[in-house]
């Protein structure tokens, strides 16, 4: 039975090795131990019988908005339906903090859209966003999808 549960320091190895491994594919952006470590709270981990499958973040922007960040699965575990197990957790808790919408920049919209996402223009998104995009390697010519949804609070 697959577990969906907190992150742990001991996590951060197994969650940078599979973000890089799919950054260095071109699928996702690449996260330092260092981002991993100071935003380990964000972190839902999905494990099966203590293996390590996969991992998702949600981080808050403000009152009203939350970034799902580096949501990725080892190549086993895809299409099992985790990753949306994941990002439904991720939108319950978004629900649970009082957080009206959580949004994604992706570089794989079909699958957010499986998950109810719609697409909206980069532009649509808070200025709150941007600010953490000046430290991305591809600002300001970002080529991720923005996505949407609302949580329903």
Known sequence: ??????AKVTDVENIHALINYYAQRGLMLARSRSMLYQFLREFIVAEEDGVFLGAGGLHIIWEDLAEIRALSLVEQAVGKGIGRRLVGKLIEEAKHLGIPQVFV???QPG???????????KERLSTKVWKECIDCPKFP????????????V
């Open 1 to 6: 039975m697959v577990e969906l549960r907190k």
């Open 105 to 107: 920049l992706t570089y």
């Open 111 to 121: 699958f957010f859209i499986k998950c109810g996402f719609h697409e909206i223009p």
């Open 141 to 152: 010519n970002c080529d991720e999808t923005a996505l949407i949804i609302e949580t329903g």
